[in-house]
């Protein structure tokens, strides 16, 4: 207790005082003498004992043979030298500090008492009228004895109490910051993750599937092999510049570099490329400038959905659009490959997790059973990253009926330029689109509307449909 050093200095000055006041009083030397030793025998005794206990609030035998030692060296102290009394004011709170409320109020009592009592055994003339002076004055002081007590203990309580919710808080502040550092690693994690799957992860699975090409074709079509050794090393450079910029957790380098449809373009050229695939890419509405989240979350769905035709539909052509609609952009990938039943899918749209009952199975084409897909973390890790935008992703498919994968994302307002990227560069946007889209004031309840969609009740209408 920081106060404590406070009582130190109290009980310091009451020692000096009323030792200054029995060595000045008028009774023999030798009784002077005895009360002055006393008194200060009355320091260790407080020092050694009594001060551990009211500083540790420690509750034991101690407490009442301090208190019993404390009260005989009063007495004796008082019955030799009655200005002995004066150490009450000290005496008093020493006694409410380490003995409970009630035992210390009867002992201070008592302690008030004895200047009385030293009188009426003394006798002598003039002792009536000092006794009755006397009586009065330890009345006065037994009253504020019992008010001064009640005062510390509720003073002592309070630091007690006080003294408790720091350390409570201090502990749940450890916690608290524990809780962030666990829930930053873990956020890393899942963003690394879901990086990792969608970049290095594919790109890996490209470059086997075309080191297979190759050394397939390499004598008897050394053309084509040379051609698909030039597309590892391409793919295995763009994975580089990926790897580096997620680790740096900048902007993905085909955005920082081009528009999102110019990026979208790339990535089906390079699945017709490293698959043989015939994809098909198109941009509908007037292309305009979008916030960076947005374009992440696009290209990104777009790599997944790529890499899941390429590994599981058995699909010959892919449809890749681009929709840029009022207060909206959309993603939609459409293949013609086997297809998969939705109908026992499960999504959560409140944590962004999606699997079919295949997945669980380890059967379906998102890629649960593939040991080249990361366990799954495909379709749940594009449903996290577009609940993040609080946009819409939804599966439509059947069994021999292909795929269809859609993403909405919400735009609100203008798009600052620090947000859009490369895209605020683009000088072939109508000019009146930004004027078009400040001036809707339907723009933010509609965003307000999507996010309030939730994605578990749009993905669970299309996967209650099952169809393209």
């Not at 400038?289 to 035709?309: F, H, I, S, T």
């Amino acid at each position: 207790m920081r106060w404590f050093g406070l009582w130190d200095s109290y009980f310091v000055i009451c020692y000096l005082l009323t030792t200054g006041l029995v060595f000045t009083s008028a009774v023999p030397q030798g009784h002077r003498v005895v009360a002055i030793g006393a008194l200060t025998l009355a320091v260790p005794w407080y020092a050694g004992i009594g001060r551990p206990l009211m500083r540790h609030r420690t509750s034991d035998r101690r407490n009442t043979v301090f208190a019993a030692g404390l009260f005989v060296l009063f007495g004796v102290a008082a019955a030799v030298d009655l200005m002995s009394a004066f150490a009450l004011f000290a005496l008093v709170p020493m006694l409410m500090m380490s003995l409970a409320a009630r035992a210390a109020v009867v002992t201070a009592v008592l302690g008030n008492l004895v200047p009385v009592t030293v009188l009426l055994l003394q006798g002598g003339d003039a002792a009536g009228p000092l006794v009755l002076f006397v009586l009065l004055v330890s009345l006065l002081g037994i009253a504020l004895s019992v008010l001064l007590g009640l005062w510390i203990k509720r003073v002592v309580r309070q630091n007690e109490e006080h003294a408790a919710l720091i350390d409570e808080l201090r502990q749940n502040r450890a916690q608290v910051a524990r809780l962030s550092h666990q829930a930053g690693i873990s956020a890393e994690r899942e963003r690394l993750a879901r990086e990792i799957h969608d970049t290095l992860a594919q790109s890996l699975i490209s470059i086997i599937s075309l080191v297979q090409a190759v050394d397939a074709e390499v004598e008897s079509a050394p053309v084509r092999a040379r051609e698909h050794l030039a597309l590892v090393g391409r793919v295995a450079k763009e994975s580089l510049v990926e790897a580096r910029a997620f680790v740096a957790d900048r902007t993905p380098a085909s955005l920082q570099e081009s528009s999102l449809a110019q990026a979208l373009r790339r990535q089906a050229d390079g699945l017709t490329a490293q698959s043989g695939l015939l994809v098909r890419f198109a941009v509908e509405g007037v292309e305009r400038p979008l916030p960076m989240a947005a374009g992440v979350v696009l290209l990104r769905a777009a790599q997944e959905a790529g890499a899941n035709v390429r590994k599981h539909a058995e699909a010959r052509t892919v449809d890749m659009v681009l929709r840029f609609g009022e207060g909206e952009v959309g993603l939609r990938v459409a293949d013609d490959g086997r297809g998969f039943a939705t109908a026992d899918g499960e999504f959560s749209g409140a944590k962004g997790e999606f699997a079919t009952a295949e997945e669980r199975d380890g059967s379906g084409p998102s890629g649960s059973a593939d040991e080249d897909d990361g366990g799954g973390f495909g379709l749940r890790g594009m449903a996290a990253r577009v609940a993040e935008t609080g946009g819409v992703l939804s599966v439509a498919s059947e069994r021999g009926a292909g795929t269809v994968v859609e993403v909405r994302i919400p735009l609100a307002g203008t798009v600052d330029d620090a947000a859009a990227g490369p895209d605020a560069d683009r000088t072939d946007t109508d000019p009146t689109d930004t004027d078009r889209t400040d001036a809707d004031p339907t723009d933010a309840d509609r965003t307000d509307t999507d996010r309030a969609g939730a994605l578990g009740k749009v993905l669970a209408g299309a996967l209650g449909k099952g169809r393209r």
